[in-house]
């Protein structure tokens, strides 16, 4: 078990992870993908390209990225495709803050693969830290543009073309319900905009009831999203296997929730019922159940 990587973090679970473990191995049979087709904005790099590798991993059908950088992407492809020759692995070039061009790419997978099973809401960047007074309205700007108004696209796009049963992972960030902490300052910027994607992945649950959907903390992980930051205690494979166990038969007790990757799926499985039946896992006003 790994030690919490910062004095103001609590665990819902006693085991905490900073790397996969064989509970949420893609290999698991239970945790076979075999004939989903899955599609993962933001891809080319990071937490997309290894969640690209982990569902290879779990054997699903076809995988397809997307992103803008068509370099990255190709060579994302290649390493998907390295986890499992058997898995058709396509890219698709697509803007997430461009309701158009996300669209025709999302159009685009489905008529060369079918409807799409796993949708994993991954694109976003950490927005340039600074407190609230002073910071650049420009800088704001740009962080809801890709974090708020590119899951909005994602989802409309994704919506008409979701098969039967789709599942939505949607990877906020547990910044935008946790309180300011001083070993983290200045990142009101993100905060508000994982809280206010997060916030409408939950009505989008709400209004869509045959759409299981869920969300997670995927970590704190060195991606490259942001090049002003380096700092990282989880592995990027850490959220990638968790997102696979999510996906699986055995996270459906998860819908409608946020659960953070470094928790232990096993110790969550065990208390699936209370967790289903509660408002456990759900980001509201402490102290008030509504």
Known sequence: MAPLPLPGFSSFTKAWHSEPYPFISPTRPELSAAGKNIVITGGGTGIGQATGIAFAQAGAKSIVIVGRRLE??????K???AANPSTQVLFESGDVTKLESISTAMKNIVEKLGKIDIFIANAGMLPKAGPVYGYAESQLRQGFEINVIGVFNSLQAFLPLAAPNAKVIYVGSGIGHWA???EVPGVFSYAAAKAAALKMVDYFAFENPHIHVASIQPGIIA???NPDLSVGFDTVELPAHFMVWLASDEGDFLRGKFAWANWDAQELLARAKEI???????VTLNGVDM
Do not use: F, N
């Open 276 to 282: 289903e039946s509660s408002m456990l896992l759900r």
């Open 79 to 81: 390493e998907i495709q």
């Open 223 to 225: 991606t490259g999203i």
């Open 72 to 77: 990255q992407l190709q060579t994302s492809v």
């Open 180 to 182: 300011p902490m001083a």
